[in-house]
């Protein structure tokens, strides 16, 4: 009897026994073959398998077999779109299989990689869905890190009632951004007009 409940598990279980073996792999030979058999489930599963087995991927050591397959693995993530933040977020905050492995620092690379607007609405997405707080606080710093670009979502956010709350305090959190940009800019320019002064009155 099968210790998985459906395919979408067997493929992330077969992902992390994939991992597994290039990490164990005790020669080039072995490395190859492993290679080779992570490429086998790239090629017959890329369109299908769910994105947390691909995230499991993520975890392959980085030698000569196996770059390229990184790369790959993190162009078929950024094709598939909005769809794949949320899992790469939890990624991010180091809900994978191998907490001491490279998955949460590749996870970050792969949503840089993301067009803006669909990492946008990814992470809007998180905010409306079921996940837990940690991971909707994520979300929304993200979409503030993002800066006047994600303010537009977040307003649209706010007539969501799972994600209004997270919406309101992300729109707080750039409003309170720009005034401290403001303040800054503001200090900086009267340094400098001090400094012009300062400078005149020396000269004479």
């Not at 590749?106 to 707080?133: C, M, N, S, W």
Request: hydrophobic share 45%.
């Amino acid at each position: 009897m099968s210790k998985y409940r459906n395919e979408e598990e067997a493929l992330v279980g077969l992902a992390r026994q994939l991992a597994d073996a290039c990490r164990e792999a005790g020669s080039d030979v072995d490395m190859e073959y492993a290679a080779d058999a992570v490429d086998d489930f790239l090629h017959d599963n890329d369109t299908h398998a769910p994105a947390a087995a691909l995230i499991a991927l993520l975890d392959l050591p980085m030698n000569k077999f196996t770059w390229p397959l990184v790369d790959s693995l993190e162009e078929t993530l950024i094709a598939r779109g909005w769809e794949v933040v949320e899992p790469l977020l939890a990624a991010t905050l180091g809900r994978v299989y191998d907490l001491a492995g490279p998955v949460a620092k590749r996870a970050r690379e792969t949503l840089d990689g993301l067009p803006v607007a669909r990492y946008i609405f990814g992470l809007v997405d998180v905010l409306r869905g079921k996940g837990d707080d940690d991971l909707k606080a994520a979300a929304a710093k993200a979409l503030v890190a993002l800066g006047d670009t994600a303010e537009a979502a977040l307003f649209e956010a706010l007539d969501h009632p799972v994600a209004r709350r997270w919406a309101q305090d992300a729109l707080g959190d750039l409003r309170a951004s720009r005034e401290e940009a403001r303040l800054r800019d503001d200090l900086e320019r009267a340094a400098l007009g001090d400094d012009r002064v300062g400078g005149r009155a020396g000269d004479d």
